[in-house]
Protein backbone atom coordinates (compact mmCIF):
# COMPACT_ATOMS: atom_id res chain seq x y z
CA UNK A 1 0.00 0.00 0.00
CA UNK A 2 1.05 3.64 -0.37
CA UNK A 3 2.11 5.54 2.71
CA UNK A 4 0.82 9.49 2.64
CA UNK A 5 2.11 11.66 5.01
CA UNK A 6 0.36 15.36 4.86
CA UNK A 7 2.52 18.65 6.20
CA UNK A 8 1.53 22.27 6.41
CA UNK A 9 -1.80 22.80 8.19
CA UNK A 10 -2.65 25.17 10.84
CA UNK A 11 -4.53 28.24 11.64
CA UNK A 12 -4.48 30.77 9.30
CA UNK A 13 -6.50 34.10 8.93
CA UNK A 14 -9.84 34.92 6.84
CA UNK A 15 -8.29 36.52 3.02
CA UNK A 16 -5.09 34.38 3.47
CA UNK A 17 -3.10 31.25 2.01
CA UNK A 18 -2.29 27.98 2.95
CA UNK A 19 -0.05 25.19 1.34
CA UNK A 20 -0.70 21.60 1.87
CA UNK A 21 1.85 19.01 0.90
CA UNK A 22 1.74 15.38 0.43
CA UNK A 23 4.19 12.73 0.50
CA UNK A 24 4.00 9.70 -0.73
CA UNK A 25 5.95 6.43 -0.18
CA UNK A 26 5.45 2.59 -0.32
CA UNK A 27 4.07 0.72 -3.52
CA UNK A 28 3.36 3.73 -5.63
CA UNK A 29 2.00 3.07 -8.77
CA UNK A 30 3.00 3.49 -12.48
CA UNK A 31 0.13 5.44 -13.07
CA UNK A 32 -1.47 7.16 -9.94
CA UNK A 33 -3.47 10.05 -9.00
CA UNK A 34 -3.17 12.19 -5.69
CA UNK A 35 -6.14 13.78 -4.56
CA UNK A 36 -7.18 16.25 -1.66
CA UNK A 37 -10.08 16.20 0.19
CA UNK A 38 -11.00 17.69 3.11
CA UNK A 39 -14.31 17.18 6.06
CA UNK A 40 -15.45 19.99 8.12
CA UNK A 41 -17.07 19.16 11.06
CA UNK A 42 -20.60 17.87 10.92
CA UNK A 43 -20.32 18.09 6.84
CA UNK A 44 -19.40 14.67 4.65
CA UNK A 45 -15.49 14.61 2.96
CA UNK A 46 -15.31 16.06 -0.17
CA UNK A 47 -13.03 16.27 -3.00
CA UNK A 48 -10.95 19.41 -3.52
CA UNK A 49 -8.49 18.66 -6.04
CA UNK A 50 -6.84 15.75 -7.37
CA UNK A 51 -3.66 15.78 -9.80
CA UNK A 52 -2.14 12.55 -11.90
CA UNK A 53 1.27 12.01 -13.48
CA UNK A 54 -0.31 11.53 -16.69
CA UNK A 55 -0.76 15.32 -16.12
CA UNK A 56 -4.56 15.00 -15.54
CA UNK A 57 -5.71 17.76 -13.19
CA UNK A 58 -9.14 18.58 -11.74
CA UNK A 59 -10.59 20.98 -9.06
CA UNK A 60 -13.85 21.30 -7.22
CA UNK A 61 -15.85 24.36 -8.42
CA UNK A 62 -15.36 25.54 -4.68
CA UNK A 63 -11.82 26.17 -4.81
CA UNK A 64 -11.36 26.00 -8.58
CA UNK A 65 -10.30 29.65 -8.87
CA UNK A 66 -8.22 30.67 -6.04
CA UNK A 67 -6.14 26.80 -5.84
CA UNK A 68 -3.09 24.95 -7.26
CA UNK A 69 -2.37 21.51 -7.13
CA UNK A 70 1.17 20.75 -8.08
CA UNK A 71 3.05 17.63 -7.37
CA UNK A 72 6.97 16.90 -7.40
CA UNK A 73 7.27 13.35 -9.35
CA UNK A 74 10.90 12.97 -8.03
CA UNK A 75 9.85 13.58 -4.29
CA UNK A 76 6.38 11.72 -4.96
CA UNK A 77 4.56 14.65 -3.36
CA UNK A 78 1.44 16.57 -3.88
CA UNK A 79 1.42 20.06 -3.02
CA UNK A 80 -1.95 22.36 -2.58
CA UNK A 81 -2.02 25.91 -2.58
CA UNK A 82 -5.09 27.83 -2.12
CA UNK A 83 -5.68 31.72 -1.43
CA UNK A 84 -8.40 33.68 -0.59
CA UNK A 85 -9.37 31.51 2.56
CA UNK A 86 -12.99 31.35 3.65
CA UNK A 87 -14.25 30.17 7.45
CA UNK A 88 -15.82 27.67 5.06
CA UNK A 89 -12.19 26.09 4.02
CA UNK A 90 -11.99 25.31 7.86
CA UNK A 91 -11.90 21.30 7.84
CA UNK A 92 -9.53 18.35 8.32
CA UNK A 93 -7.77 17.88 4.85
CA UNK A 94 -6.77 14.57 3.87
CA UNK A 95 -4.48 13.35 1.17
CA UNK A 96 -5.28 9.92 -0.56
CA UNK A 97 -3.68 8.17 -3.30
CA UNK A 98 -5.42 5.78 -6.38
CA UNK A 99 -4.10 3.53 -9.30
CA UNK A 100 -4.73 5.30 -12.01
CA UNK A 101 -5.08 8.16 -15.11
CA UNK A 102 -7.70 10.36 -14.27
CA UNK A 103 -8.01 13.03 -11.14
CA UNK A 104 -10.92 11.80 -10.13
CA UNK A 105 -12.90 14.24 -6.81
CA UNK A 106 -14.84 11.08 -5.58
CA UNK A 107 -13.10 10.03 -2.35
CA UNK A 108 -14.41 6.23 -3.17
CA UNK A 109 -11.91 6.18 -5.60
CA UNK A 110 -8.89 6.58 -3.60
CA UNK A 111 -7.30 3.43 -2.13
CA UNK A 112 -4.79 4.87 0.42
CA UNK A 113 -5.14 7.54 3.16
CA UNK A 114 -3.08 10.03 5.02
CA UNK A 115 -4.34 10.56 8.77
CA UNK A 116 -4.91 14.14 7.71
CA UNK A 117 -4.62 17.56 8.57
CA UNK A 118 -6.06 20.42 10.81
CA UNK A 119 -6.53 24.15 8.76
CA UNK A 120 -8.73 26.66 10.77
CA UNK A 121 -9.16 29.76 8.87
CA UNK A 122 -10.42 32.49 11.22
CA UNK A 123 -11.55 36.10 10.72
Known amino acids: RVQLEESGGGAVQAGGSLRLSCRAS????????LGWFRQAPGKEREGVAS???????NYANSVKSRSTVSRDEAENAVYLHLDALKNDDTAIYYC?????????????????WGQGIQVTVSS
Open 96 to 112: AAREGVLAKLDDRRYED
Open 26 to 33: GRIWSSYC
Open 51 to 57: TCNTGDT
